[in-house]
């Protein structure tokens, strides 16, 4: 059972590319989720989607879309990369937006130059 | 707005002895209190959550503390071993219109030493 899957897992942009960070989870989830971890922060929620079909902003979108492909994907998007989204992504879903217990994948590592 | 923080940003153990961590939080309409577990290089990990009518919780060699008259909340880890170290998060968590909006806090390291 893998849980949740991010791809990829490191990468470097330049200011101004684009780039979409995948997210998968096999747990039959309604709800997922993109956080970002910056050093001396806890997570801050970028966008959820509370079960297919609905994505909702969190606390820092903007700079970001996101696209809840079908129940097991939700995809995080950046437009146009600035240094200030230089962060670790983490996707996580849980089983209902009123469950506590959230699975997170293992990160993405975003450095924009 | 509010806020969930921790006192201490690094606790150093040494195995073998109790781990306390402690945590404050700001909002008194949380409908839950939840423990996560960051080793390096992973994603957080779920460990435990109380609910906000409940003053204690018992895991598996843990337990946490719910103090809502000071608005504090701990986590103890008995026996603490090297596979404990790692970045613990407090979230609080609140029904938002059907839906659990959840505020993580910044981290607390535990060093468990040999």
């Known amino acids: 059972n893998a849980g949740v899957t991010q791809t990829p897992k490191f990468q470097v942009l330049k200011t101004g590319q684009s780039m979409t960070l995948q997210c998968a989870q096999d747990?039959?989830?309604?709800?997922m989720y993109w956080y970002r971890q910056d050093p001396g922060m806890g997570l801050r929620l970028i966008y959820y989607s509370a079960s297919e079909g609905t994505t909702d902003k969190g606390e820092v979108p903007n700079g970001y879309n996101v696209s809840r492909l079908n129940k097991r994907e939700f995809s995080l998007r950046l437009e146009s990369a600035a240094p200030s989204q230089t962060s670790v992504y983490f996707c996580?879903?849980?089983?209902?937006?009123?469950?506590?217990?959230?699975?997170f994948g293992q990160g993405t590592r975003l450095t924009v130059v | 707005g509010e806020s969930v923080g921790l006192h201490l940003p690094t606790l150093s153990v040494q195995e073998g002895d109790n781990s306390i961590i402690n945590c404050a939080y700001s909002n008194s309409a949380s409908d839950y209190f939840i423990w996560y577990k960051q080793e390096s290089g992973k994603g957080p990990q779920f460990i435990i959550d109380?609910?906000?009518?409940?003053d204690k919780r018992q895991g598996q060699r843990v337990t946490v503390l719910l103090n809502k008259t000071v608005k504090h909340l701990s986590l103890q880890i008995a026996a603490t071993q090297p596979g404990d170290s790692a970045v613990y998060f407090c979230?609080?968590?609140?029904?938002?219109?059907?839906?659990?909006?959840?505020?993580f806090g910044t981290g607390t390291k535990l060093q468990v030493i040999p």
């Open positions: 996580a879903s849980r089983a209902g937006s009123t469950n506590t217990e959230a699975f």
């Open positions: 747990m039959n989830h309604n709800s």
């Open positions: 979230a609080e968590s609140l029904n938002s219109g059907g839906y659990q909006k959840v505020t």
């Open positions: 109380i609910r906000s009518n409940m």
